[in-house]
């Protein structure tokens, strides 16, 4: 089983308290095995023990209350084994500068750190505290297990620039990709294009690899599919990678057509067309508001997948782009029949929406970013809004390996 290490100050009773009034259950809670170094170490040299443990757990929790120079050590040695991705970072609230109970030369959070995503917890809402780090160590799990070794950064990266695709690749990717959902009579799509700043530059090999180990296997076929079927696999192209995967309902065995296109360039911007999950359950022209939520939290898990893997810095930025098209005199309604409540239709036939985030806030907020992906297209269902307890609970659940 997976285990989840854990960087504290240890021998202090308040510590000892939130270590194992919400830390502990928080890790257990999402699966995995707590272990800190003074209650599960095995006689052997201290620092050895911290060494070992940093060194296999796939989530090391490090609490930075109280300004121990050893949990700072701690990290640093995480960060210069390349687990920066496995770290969550946490801290009594106090010690935020913006906080209002913050002291003017009491604890806080030193400075090298100060731009990380600290999740602060406060004395008298442990529970809240609790909630909050499974999910992130949940989310954080999922992105993280089972990846790739490191390999080194990519060599061209540099200053941050504009987020921007190249133009002409992307209109030639949508002109290929359009064409092939309108040779198997389709015309409902998913469209995604993500640019990164800075640009990387790494081999096709490399990003075959890392796409294909990003996969989220929860859901139907994984967004950026990997077949080996000598007509469905990737090929290399001077740029990157190009993958097509068109089924035809009535020569494969299928019930219904479906289509998957995507395309990424060394430099590690990404496109994707899809056919829409929907249309090969059912004829009825609906979109499953579910399905909706399910799909983004996959393609948001899948993207920080792979630039995790692809050693991609926290800090970098991501612009996604995810276009809805084929919408016209559509219905809405949930699979089940949950959560939408009455027939709602939509005269509209298409809809952008556009995130810009750090590759960090991809993760930690990943809740609010399937929403803002998403409430554009719903609302022209006649004015239709997903409450924030369903976004949680079908993206909780997905992370999870459910699907409600």
Not at 330 to 344: I, K, M, Q, T
Not at 370 to 386: A, G, I, N
Request: charged residues 25%.
């Amino acid at each position: 089983m997976s285990e989840a290490f854990i960087i504290m100050q240890i021998g202090d009773p308040e510590m000892d308290a939130v270590c194992d009034g919400a830390i502990v259950p928080a890790i257990e809670t999402a699966g995995l095995v707590a272990r800190r170094v003074d209650r599960h170490n095995t006689g052997d040299l201290l620092k050895s023990e911290i060494v070992a443990f940093i060194e296999r757990s796939d989530i090391i929790v490090a609490d930075l209350t109280n300004e121990r120079p050893n949990c700072y050590l701690e990290v640093g040695f995480a960060m210069g084994l390349g687990k920066k991705k496995n770290l969550i970072l946490t801290a009594r609230e106090d010690h935020h500068h913006g906080s209002s109970n913050h002291v003017k030369g009491g604890p806080k959070i030193h400075f090298d750190l100060e731009g990380y995503d600290i999740l602060f917890w406060e004395p008298k809402k442990l529970d809240d505290f609790k909630t909050e780090l499974q999910r992130r160590i949940s989310r954080r799990h999922a992105i993280v297990q089972t990846a790739a070794p490191n390999i080194p950064s990519a060599p061209g990266q540099g200053p941050l620039v504009t987020i921007a695709l190249d133009r002409e690749w992307l209109d030639g990717q949508r002109t290929r990709a359009l064409l092939g959902l309108r040779n198997l009579q389709l015309n409902g799509y998913m469209e995604v294009q993500v640019a990164i700043s800075p640009k990387g530059d790494w081999s096709q090999q490399t990003l075959l690899q890392m796409v294909e180990a990003a996969n989220v296997h929860t859901f139907g076929w994984p967004i950026g599919i990997v077949l080996y079927r000598d007509e469905y696999r990737p090929r290399p192209t001077a740029g990157g990678v190009v993958a097509e995967v068109s089924v035809s309902g009535s020569g494969d065995g299928v019930g219904r057509s479906s289509y998957d296109y995507w395309s990424i360039l060394r430099n590690g911007d990404f496109y994707l067309l899809k056919s829409l999950f929907e249309d090969s359950r059912t004829a009825g022209g609906e979109i499953f508001s579910d399905t909706r939520v399910v799909q983004t939290t996959e393609l948001l898990m899948f993207l920080a997948r792979l630039y995790s893997r692809l050693d991609v810095s926290p800090a970098s930025l991501l612009r996604i782009t995810v276009k809805y098209g084929g919408l016209a005199n559509r219905s809405l309604r949930a699979a089940g029949n949950r959560h939408v409540f009455e027939r709602r239709s939509t005269v509209e036939d298409s809809v952008e929406t556009t995130l810009e985030c750090s590759l960090q806030d991809l993760e930690t907020k990943l809740v609010e970013n399937v929403k803002s992906l998403l409430e554009p297209m719903f609302m022209l269902f006649d004015f239709f809004e997903l409450s924030d307890h369903v976004y949680a609970e079908l993206v909780d659940n997905f992370v999870d390996g459910k699907i409600t």
